[in-house]
């Protein structure tokens, strides 16, 4: 015959209210450390995302500029077929005015044959500092 011993029951017991809040101030430290440098990453990458388009809206004015001898009135100018403009190609020479990183539209200032494109930044403000700086078509060079 065989003989099963009994097993003991384990005594299994849930973490104390001490043990919870220790694991909760480690997980409190550890965003309070990590968050920030998120955020500042993800601002780096828009800043940069911001000059990439910038650079395409400049291209596409050299060659719209190249084209017609004179820069669009607005951005919208590269996107539509422009009546003033007798070399206009089959293709526009952006298919939708790009945005910032921000979905804000860029400024765009001519005077004579000369322009300036700018974003404002994070903040959506003229000046500023840090990621809320602007940034124009200046920085670009």
Do not use: H
């Not at 973490?15 to 409190?28: C, F, N, R, S």
């Not at 669009?72 to 590269?78: A, H, M, N, Q, Y």
């Amino acid at each position: 015959m065989i003989k099963f011993q009994s097993s003991k029951l384990i005594n299994q017991r849930g973490m104390t209210l001490i043990e919870i809040l220790i694991v909760l101030a480690i997980i409190g430290t550890l965003m309070a450390v990590l968050i920030p440098q998120v955020t500042s990453r993800l601002d780096k990458s828009r800043v940069g995302q911001t000059k990439i388009a910038m650079g395409q809206v400049v291209n596409a004015l050299n060659l719209y500029y190249t084209d017609c001898g004179k820069f669009p009135k607005s951005l919208e100018g590269l996107s539509k077929s422009d009546a003033d403009c007798p070399n206009w190609g089959p293709e526009p020479y952006l298919k939708k005015t790009p945005k910032d990183a921000w979905n804000r539209d860029f400024a765009y200032e001519i005077e004579g044959n000369n322009y300036l494109i700018k974003s404002l930044g994070s903040d959506g403000r003229e000046g500023g500092d840090g990621y809320g700086k602007d940034i124009t078509s200046e920085d670009l060079q």
